[in-house]
């Protein structure tokens, strides 16, 4: 128990000044925390985890979409040591080694259609990376060397990476570090509460074929998108939008990129959101819980007709990371999948998905809540000014709202979820893949005080007059 144990050797205080001095925390104002107590996490068990002050918090959001299949697994970690008794570490530049090779093979067999080669990274980002520079490069040895260009979706969220950046599609992610890698551009996503007026469904698809035709089918490489894009709030696909979007890639001989980062290892109910979605994309990208973050490891899957060009003569996929296919993180991968298949974690998924979700719309009754939307354990709250015109927040109020109130009172009361602002404000709620009947009534009960008290803060029509707003007011960010 070595975080439990450093917690009780080093006290709690001590922590906190360390934390504060040295640790640099991710896309974190640190400031937040210049007059407020860092959340420090110990340990985990099942669906919930523990503060330094042995504090239980419901875990809304699997830390971050990664732990489908709980916390204190002690059987996974183990797999991960005795692996590492045999064999800590070897590189797959050049070798392989059994937990490797097993891990691809039990993969390929997962996948959909013939997405049957496996390339390891030790990340989402790594992966989209790797995806688009494979895409490249596939082109280039079919003598298509214009095709360098890739499209994703505006808001979608890809990784930081530069070149996985540039298929990011969230203006505040991309703006400190630009110029960017050249060749990313975007088009609307499927967010069918804010449709502009006139825009039908069959536009989603559409705007694809489209900007294909406008940059030049000769120059483009790839789409990438996730089966339920996460940034700006699970927005799910329209009926028939895949089908049509792989109609338009084999038109142009443009490769679909699913981006399965979040979407995959049971999130929507399947082992793939591919496959809830009826489509074969010609390449996967996945990470987060193909080992339930039990050790950090990253994939991506790709289809033989793709891996053709490769495998042959003199060529190779030049690319690769020293700790991609780690053996220990490839060990612990395939103890998660033994988890995933022979405890019944996706089927509790499929069992629980509705109850969840009708769970989520009976709090529109708050006149905060302007959309409910989402699939499998992968759910979004919309949060409106105004439930009747659907009115957003501005940037300022968003501020207030998210960071002034809801993200420190969620935590404050218990519940680990996400409170997010890249597109229009939303809740976004994750649970464990084990999570039930218990886990949503708690779920339900923290959100509905918040939320009610959310509105009346926000003055939003049909909430109680209440108490002022005051954007000073400190929580953690
Ligand atoms: C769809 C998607 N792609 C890529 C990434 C990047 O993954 P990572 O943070 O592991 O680099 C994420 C992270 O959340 C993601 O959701």
């Known amino acids: 128990m070595a975080s439990t144990e450093a917690t009780a050797r080093l006290g709690t205080e001590t922590l906190q000044d360390l934390a504060r001095r040295h640790l640099w925390l991710h896309f974190t104002r640190m400031s937040a925390y ?121 808001i979608a969220y890809h990784g930081t990476s530069l070149g996985a950046l540039a298929a990011t599609g969230v203006t505040g992610l991309r703006t400190p570090f630009e110029p960017l890698a050249p060749g990313g551009s975007h088009v609307m996503n499927t967010n069918t509460y804010r449709m502009a007026p006139g825009v039908s469904e069959e536009a989603f698809a559409e705007s694809i074929a489209e900007r294909i035709e406008f940059e030049g089918p000769e120059t483009v490489a790839a789409v990438i998108l996730e089966p339920v894009q996460n940034a700006g709030g699970c927005f799910t696909p329209p009926e028939g939008y895949f089908q049509r979007v792989r109609e338009i890639c084999d038109e142009y001989d443009v490769l679909l990129i699913s981006d399965e980062v979040i979407c995959s290892w049971g999130r929507l109910g399947e082992w793939f959101g591919s496959q809830r979605y009826d489509y074969t994309p010609d390449v996967i990208t996945t990470a987060k819980a193909l080992t339930s973050a039990y050790a950090p490891m990253g994939a991506v899957i790709v289809s033989d007709r793709i891996a053709e060009p490769f495998m042959s003569g003199l060529n190779s996929f030049t690319h690769g990371f020293t700790f991609g296919g780690h053996p220990v993180c490839a060990a612990i991968a395939l103890a998660n999948l033994d988890v995933l298949e022979n405890e019944g974690v996706i089927e509790n998924v499929r069992a629980h998905e509705a109850e969840f979700r009708s769970m989520l719309e009976s709090l529109r009754d708050l006149p905060i809540v302007g959309d409910v939307r989402g699939a499998g354990y992968f759910q979004a709250i919309e949060l409106v000014k105004d439930q009747e015109t659907q009115e957003t927040f501005d940037d300022d109020e968003s501020e207030v709202l998210l960071r002034g109130f809801l993200s420190g009172e969620l935590y404050r009361r218990g519940l680990i979820c996400r409170a997010d602002d890249r597109g229009d404000p939303v809740i976004q709620l994750s649970p464990p893949l084990i999570a039930g009947p218990e886990q949503f009534a708690e779920i339900e009960a923290i959100l509905r005080t918040v939320l009610t008290e959310a509105g009346e803060r926000m003055h939003v029509p049909g909430a109680h007059a209440g108490a002022p707003r005051d954007p000073q007011r400190r929580q953690p960010a």
């Open 34 to 154: 210049d007059d407020a107590e860092i959340p420090i996490i110990v340990r985990g068990e099942g669906c919930y985890v523990y503060d330094q002050h042995g504090k239980r918090y419901l875990d809304g959001l699997s830390a971050l979409f990664c732990v489908n299949i709980g916390h204190g697994r002690a059987d996974v970690a183990q797999a991960g040591a005795d692996q590492a008794k045999d064999l800590g570490f070897f590189t797959n530049w050049s070798y392989a080694h059994p937990p490797a090779i097993e891990l691809a093979a039990r993969v390929a067999s997962l996948a959909p259609g013939d997405l049957n080669r496996v390339f390891f990274t030790s990340g989402g980002s790594e992966a989209v990376e790797s995806a688009l520079k494979l895409a490249r490069q596939y082109h280039k040895l079919r003598g298509n060397s214009q095709k360098t260009k890739f499209i994703a979706r505006e």
